[in-house]
């Protein structure tokens, strides 16, 4: 028997119209980590988007994906410079994240970053970072994927944030932030 939040008949059925507010929703309950996907433009402007889209695609090489939407201000830059870095928020970076979420101007004014291969955009205090280069680009009907050739990569063992039914949350224990406070 369906409740509320749990129909007992699928989302689609018949000639029903898509129910794109469940369906998103639905593809809430996914948790995923959150990144910064960065990059410099060949005229040396920086662009950088919140993304939760990224995901490892092969070890061998090694490879990794995300997807970033046709009407972001941002594509141009992606698809030219040839280069992205993917970095991966830890539990304090909330504002950043809300910073490269926003349609703020000069994201890059407020966090520290450094600069990493060819130029890209690293985003200080991130749990890791990978450095890629553009291997290939994908129509994915209202965004474009990106599949990049890691370079290099850099990890350090604090705990990340997450982002699960639209929300922030941490992978923190309370003995974790005993640790990092
Ligand atoms: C947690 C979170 C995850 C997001 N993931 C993506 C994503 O994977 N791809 C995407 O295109 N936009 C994503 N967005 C939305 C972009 O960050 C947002 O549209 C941004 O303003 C795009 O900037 P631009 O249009 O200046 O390029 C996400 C936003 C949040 C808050």
């Not at 060819?118 to 970072?129: D, F, H, N, Q, T």
Request: charged share 20%.
């Amino acid at each position: 028997m369906g409740t509320a939040s749990q129909p007992a008949r699928p989302a689609r059925a018949g000639d029903e119209p898509f129910d794109t507010a469940r369906y998103r929703q639905a593809l809430g309950t996914f948790a995923t980590g959150i990144t910064v996907v960065t990059t410099r433009a060949p005229d040396g402007s920086l662009a950088g988007v919140t993304c939760n889209s990224f995901n490892s695609l092969s070890l061998s090489p090694p490879l990794v994906l995300w997807s970033l939407r046709k009407d972001s201000r941002s594509l141009p830059a992606f698809q030219d410079a040839g280069h992205f870095a993917v970095n991966v928020l830890a539990h304090d970076q909330e504002a950043v994240s809300r910073t490269f979420a926003s349609k703020g101007e000069d994201r890059f004014a407020q966090v520290d970053h450094r600069p990493g291969v060819a130029g890209l955009p690293l985003i200080e205090g991130a749990v890791s970072r990978f450095q890629c280069r553009l291997r290939q680009e994908v129509d994915g009907g209202d965004h474009v994927l990106f599949i990049g050739e890691v370079l290099d990569f850099a990890h350090e063992p604090r705990p990340a944030l997450v982002f699960h039914e639209g929300a922030y949350k941490t992978t923190a224990t309370t003995a974790d932030l005993d640790t990092v406070a």
